[in-house]
């Protein structure tokens, strides 16, 4: 993003931000004398929106929906906005995770079964009878949700449009080939 006044920037990202996830931590673009350091936001993991939440937008796409109805999904961001020559390098990072539970909520099959894993578990049993979460499997990358965040910002900023290349791109040397790429001559050290 090119522009001259670091907290016009700073501003847009937030904003941009707030739409999607609820910020947990931010760290300002500051100057410090001649120098400008590096912002960063942190956010809250957010379930991620089903198909009966249309007024949410975290979840890009059909699929992405119905995975988030279907299952437990959450996201969290970390946006990095980084000083460079001509502007700011704005970086977000979306990460998406998946519920791990001992069995479905709500589920009675395999209840009344006896364990043999020879693992004790104690736990008070919360109102409502819940089983806490073992834990959140992590997905990877959200680059739809990404690319969306990014598209926002820079059209809030006027910045060219830029998108990377869809998932499902296929190098021009085809799947299942590898381009060889040449190998540099190195002296040995003596």
Known sequence: MSAADPDVVWDQVVDVVDDY???ERED????VGNVVTEGRIDTVPEIGATVFEPHRHDSVGGYERLESTLQTIRRRALVRVT?????????????KELEDLERPSHS???AVLPRFDSSLERYREPVGGQVPTVGW??????AALEQRMIAQIQSRLGAPAYSMPPPD??????????????????????
Not at 83 to 95: I, Q
Not at 137 to 142: A, H, V
Request: without cysteine.
């Open 83 to 95: 000083p460079s020559e001509s502007g700011y390098w704005v970086d977000v990072f979306v990460y």
């Open 169 to 190: 791109f296929v190098p021009e040397w085809g799947p299942g080939e590898v381009e060889e790429l040449p190998t540099p001559l190195l002296e040995p050290i003596r």
């Open 108 to 110: 009675t099959a395999g």
């Open 28 to 31: 300002r673009i500051r100057r």
């Open 21 to 23: 996830f609820r910020i």
């Open 137 to 142: 499997i992590p997905l990877g990358r959200d």
